[in-house]
């Protein structure tokens, strides 16, 4: 029996560049990662084997109430510790539903987006788990200008980009659950970058409880 931690990738109508989006995690070595869609995800009902879930998925609209999906969202997730990490676009999904607004941490979530912009990134926590030792960089990635997570929320990462919010990740609790925000990650111009594959890497083992 593998002693990797498992984790659950969910992708869902947003375009993905799935060979490289693959290779992304391929090279995690303390993972085993199955990606998969939210439908199949929701349906499992062994999906508390995972020690973290990494959405990546943009779903809209809110699902209706015998929906599957709906069921899982309100009755597990954050029921246990099982770690939540929202990549990119899935800290837009469902943005009229009051649910994903309190586990993304950000109040208004109306947004426009910016393709391959280049931004300098700063690390503010430099003592956070996910960010202890690392440097400032720069990258190239789509950007989105929205409004700033909640006062709740410890920032991690910042940009000063006019056309990007200020945070780019943050960490917050969802009720028994940790939960790391990262707004970057659109394509392989971020998937390739060895700074956000190690904050990605280093937010999954945080948010699986093995990191801090």
């Known amino acids: 029996m593998s002693s990797k931690l498992k984790a659950a990738v969910i992708t869902e109508w947003h375009p ?48 209706a109430e015998d929906d599957a999906r709906r069921i899982y969202l309100e009755q597990k997730l ?20 009051e649910l994903w607004t309190k586990v993304a941490g950000v109040g208004d979530r109306s947004f426009k987006y910016y393709w391959e912009q280049t931004v300098r990134y700063d690390l503010t926590a430099v003592d956070h788990p996910i960010t202890r030792g690392l440097r400032n960089f720069a990258m190239i990635d789509e950007t989105y200008t929205m409004a700033e997570p909640n006062p709740d929320n410890e920032i991690l990462i910042t940009a000063d980009h006019p056309n990007s919010m200020k945070a780019i990740a943050w960490t917050r609790q969802y009720k028994n659950s940790r939960v790391f925000c990262y707004q970057s990650g659109h394509d392989d111009f971020a998937y390739k970058d060895r700074n956000f594959q190690e904050i990605l890497r280093r937010g999954m083992l945080w948010c699986a409880n093995r990191l801090g």
Not at 39 to 54: L, M, R
Not at 78 to 94: E, F, K, M, P, V
């Open 16 to 63: 993905v560049d799935m060979i490289h989006f693959h290779r992304l995690f391929w090279q995690f070595d303390e993972f085993e990662v199955y990606v998969q869609s939210l439908d199949i995800f929701c349906k499992d009902e062994d999906n508390d084997k995972y020690d973290v879930v990494v959405y990546y998925n943009l779903s809209d609209p809110t699902p």
């Open 78 to 97: 954050g029921s246990s510790s099982q770690g939540i990490l929202l990549l990119h676009h899935a800290i837009l999904n469902y943005r009229n539903w």
